[in-house]
């Protein structure tokens, strides 16, 4: 069982950056993706990036490409989103996820992963 928790959230100013963690623990061995999600309000979860645990390979929503970096330290079992240039429109909780899916595909879809962080919000003024 793997858990997931997220940290580093808060409150920036537009064109700001913030650095969003993820610990995963217990059967961390076992992950082969781990992506990052975010859900405004009103809306439904979003895919924002994703990383291949043991490639490394990475894929980005066209919406955040070239602002957003997803990244990982496997000897930490950290996962990484650090987020540039905000826009007020990048307003969401943010989720961590994890699968155990063997293989060097990346899934943008939510029923593809299986476990779930508890999220942070990250909120952007303009």
């Known amino acids: 069982q793997v858990q997931l928790v997220e940290s580093g959230g808060g409150l920036e100013q537009a064109g700001g950056s913030v650095r969003l963690s993820c610990a995963a623990s217990g059967g961390t061995f076992s992950i082969w993706k781990m992506a990052w999600f975010r859900q405004a309000p009103g809306k439904e979860r979003e895919f924002v990036a994703a990383i291949n645990w043991r490639a490394g390979r990475t894929n980005y929503a066209g919406s955040v490409q070239g602002r957003f970096t997803i990244s990982r330290d496997t000897a930490k079992n950290m996962v990484y989103l650090q987020m540039n240039s905000l826009k007020p429109e990048d307003t969401a909780v943010y989720y961590c996820?994890?699968?155990?899916?063997?293989?060097?595909?990346?899934?943008?879809?939510?029923?593809?992963?299986?476990?779930w962080g508890q999220g942070t919000q990250v909120t952007v003024s303009s």
């Open positions: 996820a994890a699968d155990r899916t063997a293989g060097l595909s990346i899934s943008t879809m939510t029923n593809a992963y299986e476990y």
